[in-house]
């Protein structure tokens, strides 16, 4: 049980930012298996982001944009959804992590796709030298 608790403590202060002193001080009072399974929470890991509408794509009908970003850590992150390189109003869903301990975040927004208008998701993240912009394709 206390392992467990160690683990959430941990998983709470690495939200916090605070996670460098937690694992400093976890580590010191954990059995050596269980201090390799928290090491994974010091990986580095980029994010990776698909961008899709809910529906299929019909000029002039409304949709929802959604941007997708997984696989990521730390949790600090920014995501924006862009249209003609604009930032759009947008809803993002709560921080979630995986069995791995990489998170992932949904956000979303209503927009109604035209013939003209580019739209696309901006990923900002400590593991990326620039911000990652990746293009709605309406055909996928």
């Given at each position: 049980?206390a392992?467990?608790?160690?683990l959430?403590?941990?998983?709470?202060?690495?939200?916090?930012?605070?996670?460098?002193?937690?694992q400093?001080?976890?580590?010191?009072?954990?059995?050596?298996s269980?201090?390799d399974?928290?090491?994974?929470?010091?990986?580095?890991?980029?994010?990776?982001?698909?961008?899709?509408?809910?529906?299929?794509?019909e000029?002039?009908?409304?949709?929802?944009?959604?941007c997708?970003?997984?696989?990521?850590?730390?949790?600090?992150?920014?995501?924006?959804?862009?249209?003609n390189?604009?930032?759009?109003?947008a809803?993002?869903?709560?921080?979630?992590?995986?069995?791995d301990?990489?998170?992932?975040?949904?956000v979303?927004?209503e927009?109604t796709?035209?013939?003209?208008?580019?739209y696309?998701?901006?990923?900002?993240?400590?593991?990326l030298?620039?911000?990652?912009?990746?293009?709605?394709?309406?055909d996928?």
């Open positions: 049980m392992p467990l608790v160690a959430v403590l941990l998983g709470l202060l690495s939200l916090s930012g605070l996670d460098a002193v937690a400093d001080f976890l580590f010191g009072s954990l059995p050596g269980f201090c399974e928290l090491s994974l929470l010091s990986v580095l890991s980029p994010p990776k982001v698909q961008v899709y509408s809910r529906h299929p794509a000029n002039g009908k409304p949709n929802y944009l959604n997708y970003v997984s696989g990521f850590h730390p949790p600090q992150i920014e995501i924006d959804l862009l249209k390189g604009e930032k759009m109003n809803e993002q869903s709560d921080l979630s992590f995986s069995k301990w990489s998170f992932y975040l949904l979303h927004t927009f796709p035209n013939a003209v208008d580019q696309s998701c901006r990923v900002k993240h400590v593991t030298d620039k911000p990652k912009i990746v293009k709605w394709d309406r996928h």
